[in-house]
Every structure is written in C-alpha cells, then in structure tokens.
C-alpha cells in the first residue's frame, strides 16, 4: 500500500513559478513510476509529468521546457517545478503512483493518487 500527500499549490502571477511537492509512504517506492496529473474544473484529468525509478522522465507537449519532475529516492518524495506559469495552467494538481517500472501517461495507469492541490495563475 501507498500513501501519497501532494503540496505547494497556490496563487501565483502570471509567468511566475511554484514547486509542488509529495511525499510518499512505503518502502517500495524507488521501484514505482511517479506522475502528476492536473484537472480543471468542467475538464478530464490529463497527465502531465512522469518519472521512471531510475530517472527518465516524459513530459505532455504543453509543459515541454517549463516543468520538470524530479525524484528524491532517499526522501520518498517527488517534485514537480513548475516555471513560467500561464492562466490555463490553473487546476487541481495530482501526485500519482505507477506499480511498475515502465511509463504511462494514463489515468488508468496509476493505482494511488494523492488528494490534490490546488493551483491557480493569475493574468
């Protein structure tokens, strides 16, 4: 079993940058792919960032080059740095657990979640 606690939402300008951050329990962890998810209101959940155990991470097309997801084994804990923040990137941000060393950009593809942050850039 594993526990997610994502955090580090907020209300930020436009063009400016959180870090979210989660935490996980389980001594497994190092094993599992890690993902973040977003969700707007009146919107799908869609995938937004992944990182395999050893490292490789895949990225959906509209935060190339603005957010990076990292992993800190030794912490149990994930990050998601989020730089040049835009209006649309307001949402619901969600930590996300992979059983499995290969990559998913599917909601399907995650058995645990975290309960979600909340994020939202101003114009």
């Known amino acids: 079993q594993v526990q997610l606690v994502d955090s580090g939402g907020g209300l930020v300008q436009a063009g400016g940058s959180l870090r979210l951050s989660c935490a996980a329990s389980g001594r497994i962890f190092y094993e599992y792919t890690m993902g973040w998810f977003r969700q707007a209101p009146g919107k799908e959940r869609e995938f937004v960032a992944a990182i395999l155990w050893i490292g490789g991470t895949y990225y959906a097309d509209f935060v190339k080059g603005r957010f990076t997801i990292s992993r800190d084994n030794s912490k149990n804990t994930v990050y998601l740095q989020m730089n040049s923040l835009k209006p649309e990137d307001t949402a619901v941000y969600y930590c996300?657990?992979?059983?499995?060393?290969?990559?998913?950009?599917?909601?399907?593809?995650?058995?645990?979640w975290g309960p979600g942050t909340q994020v939202t850039v101003s114009s």
């Open positions: 996300a657990a992979r059983p499995s060393r290969t990559a998913s950009a599917s909601v399907q593809g995650y058995s645990y």
